[in-house]
């Protein structure tokens, strides 16, 4: 029997543009939400960011809430925690990491952003389960044991085939990657719905399939966790196809945007990983968002001199550069 347990990552970042959040809310979330409530006899684990929900709250949406509530009541879904802003745990002080794991409901695991673990953020997350990436294991196991923990690892080729397949996808595509047994996939709840239209039905054909059986995570640890793999190391790793957390850290800009966190460590909602992220030019860039995010923080001579870097960098011609050089390639791995 393949035994699946799926996991879905609402996000959006904390300075997205009202009418984008809308627009995904309207023709991503709430299809995503009806269908779930119209299927039966499953269990899934959901991350809803909080930080997304102050969005939705703002925006006004109850049939958002009605939908959450009532999948929760009736066991089909399970609340995974995570930090409020997306923040990488690596980067972030421990003071800052425990404001924004506050939560209005009290959950069993956490979703750490981008899947992105090392030992020692593992370490202060007072939780009983972590997500992580397969690539944290010397040798794969869906399921760990790490000191006081269960570890889910992520499987990635099933994740890869669900968010960059081209072409039109089908779910026995997606069946012919589970194995017998435990399988665990983590992917942000957009790629059905928002980022390719067609993914919410073959969601839906999955859910509808005898030969597999959707499990929470808290369920797959109750029948599985006794033959937990155990381990004594983690490796640093993320989910996004680089060395550790190299994604985050390669150029100037990020490294810059970093020593302005330093100063106002004070300010949760610039540790957005989105902005590092935006900043890579590996191959994404997105100066307008990254803007908004240093504009949360008080202004001072150091923002100042960090958006003028900015705006020489992208017409100085090195964007499309590296544009250029993700596309010739060979491999996307980033060192």
């Known amino acids: 029997m393949r035994f699946w347990s799926l996991v879905l990552h609402f996000y959006q970042p904390p300075t997205q543009e009202d009418n984008i959040t809308w627009n995904i809310l309207i023709f991503c979330y709430l299809p995503l939400l009806r269908m779930l409530d119209s299927k039966s006899d499953y269990g899934i684990t959901v991350n809803i960011n909080a930080c997304l929900v102050d969005q939705i709250r703002k925006l006004g949406s109850p049939e958002f809430f009605e939908l959450i509530d009532r999948l929760a009541r009736d066991g089909k879904i399970e609340f ?4 409020k802003y997306h923040p990488l745990l690596h980067l972030i002080p421990s003071e800052v990491l425990a404001r924004q794991i506050q939560t209005e409901y009290k959950t069993r695991g956490f979703f750490p952003s981008e899947l992105a673990v090392n030992e020692a953020a593992l370490d202060q997350l007072p939780y009983e389960y972590v997500l992580i990436d397969e690539t944290s294991l010397e040798q794969y196991s869906p399921l760990v044991r790490y000191k006081n923990k269960f570890l889910l690892a992520n499987k990635r ?3 890869e085939l669900l968010r960059g397949y081209q072409g039109q996808l089908k779910a026995q595509n997606v069946v012919e990657l589970l194995s017998e047994g435990l399988n665990v996939t983590v992917n942000d709840a957009e790629l059905f719905g928002h980022h390719y239209t067609e993914r919410l ?3 839906a054909d999955l859910l509808d399939r005898t030969d597999i059986k959707f499990l929470t995570v808290s369920q797959a640890i109750a029948q599985f966790g006794d033959t937990a793999l155990k381990v004594d190391h983690v490796k640093p790793s993320t ?3 680089c060395r550790e957390f190299a994604l985050w850290d390669r150029n100037e800009l990020q490294r810059e945007y970093l020593k302005l966190l330093k100063l106002t460590p004070d300010v949760d909602a610039a540790y957005s990983s989105c902005y590092l992220y935006w900043l890579s030019n590996w191959p994404w860039w997105h100066p ?6 240093v504009n949360s923080l008080p202004k001072s ?3 100042k001199t960090f958006l003028e870097l900015m705006h020489a960098y992208h017409t100085s011609g090195k964007v499309e550069d590296n544009y250029q050089k993700f596309n010739q390639s060979d ?3 980033l060192e």
């Not at 995974?80 to 930090?83: I, V």
């Not at 307008?288 to 995010?293: F, Q």
Request: positive net charge; hydrophobic residues 30%.
């Open 80 to 83: 995974l925690n995570s930090a």
């Open 157 to 159: 080729n099933i994740c």
């Open 201 to 203: 039905k073959i969601l």
């Open 239 to 241: 989910w996004q196809n």
């Open 288 to 293: 307008g968002l990254v803007e908004r995010g």
């Open 301 to 303: 001579p150091q923002t």
């Open 331 to 333: 491999s996307k791995y």
